[in-house]
């Protein structure tokens, strides 16, 4: 099997012409370009991708956030399809106060194109806190620097059309920036490219999305999406093969590809439908303030301890761990009982949604075995499908 990196060793000696256009592969790529460590190297107002390169060879492997990333540089840096494209306009900045964590980088495709790539989470706890807002937010500070950003960008590069992407959250951002901006900007917009990245709020859809920039965006999701699947989607939709379970099916790294396109998987798992359609009960369900609740006191939980990033939290866990408990202690009653039904909720809604697909499937033999046999529908729930029925209720 393999993936975008294999892709830059087959592919990386062809130069993006007339015929080996630029292709969703090539997006991948620079969507996951603005994780790349920037801030540890000098970086001089114009850059190429070969010279980024060269300054990155010598950063450990495990300094990156995803494994695959070193590769992905120094592949990079080797390709006559990537290593002159000129790189500018690198941006970061993270805050606790603010709950914001963002940062993006223009890549420039030829003289007639760029590419605005928007990072995703980091493994600061601010920055997943502020993907957690996002539930009873509709705007976050990342969406709107984003939108700033494109801006800007358009503004400075004003003779160029715009492709934009991004992995994760930078894949949100880059819808949020795109259904944002001016008409003048949007119609110099190519495509725009979501991987795996939550949707948004109906109020944001209403407010923003029109048939025009929708039709230029593609949501790339594995075929068992957890965060691609949050909040609502109003895009065209593409579900790729991951080689890997569950949550970690959001590297983007264990995504397949075949010459010069993912390979395609029909139909998500019916655990990514099981947590979609929780997801969407418990959104459905809940008030804005009581997720709020909950989110605002896991986080004070985290928070509590001083550390940073989730890997500090982790490393440190016999010392952080009494420091969780004892700001546990603190929270009132009222706030406990609403967390409590918080997850109560969560938990009912998943069961409920296996138990309804289970019952699907009992229908669906039931109807196909009645067909085929002589047996009478009425036969056959007495003879089986009380039983299953009942076995199903007790789970």
Not at 109 to 114: H, R, T, V
Not at 358 to 381: A, Q
Request: hydrophobic share 35%; glycine share 4%.
């Amino acid at each position: 099997m393999a993936n975008i990196n294999d892709y830059l060793l087959w592919r990386g000696d062809i130069p993006i012409n007339r015929n080996f256009k630029f292709n969703e592969i090539d997006s991948m790529i620079l969507a996951r370009f603005s994780y790349l460590l920037f801030d540890r190297i000098k970086m001089s107002k114009s850059e190429t991708i070969g010279s980024i390169s060269e300054k990155m060879k010598d950063i450990d492997n495990d300094q990156f956030l995803y494994n695959g990333d070193k590769e992905l540089i120094t592949y990079l840096g080797q390709s006559k399809r990537f290593k002159n494209m000129i790189v500018t306009d690198y941006v970061k900045t993270s805050s606790k106060e603010n709950e914001q964590q963002f940062s993006a980088i223009t890549v420039h495709i030829s003289d007639k194109e760029m590419y605005v790539s928007f990072i995703g989470t980091d493994s600061t706890i601010n920055g997943w806190k502020e993907d957690f807002n996002m539930a009873f937010m509709d705007n976050v500070p990342c969406q709107i620097a984003g939108k700033e950003y494109l801006e800007n960008i358009s503004k400075k590069y004003s003779d160029k059309r715009i492709r934009i992407g991004g992995h994760s959250k930078g894949g949100n951002v880059a819808i949020y920036s795109a259904i944002s901006v001016s008409k003048d900007i949007q119609d110099r917009i190519i495509k725009v490219y979501n991987y795996d990245g939550p949707g948004f709020n109906k109020s944001i859809i209403d407010k923003y999305s029109n048939d025009r920039i929708i039709r230029k965006i593609e949501t790339y999701i594995p075929q068992e999406s957890i965060i691609g699947r949050v909040l609502n989607h109003k895009e065209k939709i593409t579900i790729a093969l991951s080689t890997e379970k569950a949550i970690w099916q959001h590297d983007i790294y264990s995504w397949q590809v075949l010459k010069d396109d993912l390979i395609k998987s029909e139909k998500n798992t019916n655990i990514s439908e099981y947590i979609d359609k929780t997801l969407t009960d418990w959104l459905e369900t809940t008030t804005s303030e009581q997720r709020k609740v909950l989110i605002e006191t896991i986080f004070e939980l985290f928070y509590s301890t001083d550390a940073d990033t989730f890997g500090e939290l982790s490393s440190n866990l016999k010392e952080n761990l009494p420091k969780i408990l004892r700001k546990y202690r603190e929270i009132s009653a009222e706030d406990k009982k609403i967390i409590t039904n918080m997850i109560r909720i969560i938990i009912t809604s998943y069961m409920n949604s296996i138990k309804e697909e289970e019952t699907n499937k009992i229908d669906n033999i039931r109807i196909e075995y009645t067909n085929k046999s002589k047996m009478k529908v009425e036969e056959f729930d007495k003879k089986y499908f009380g039983r299953l029925k009942k076995n199903l209720n007790e789970c």
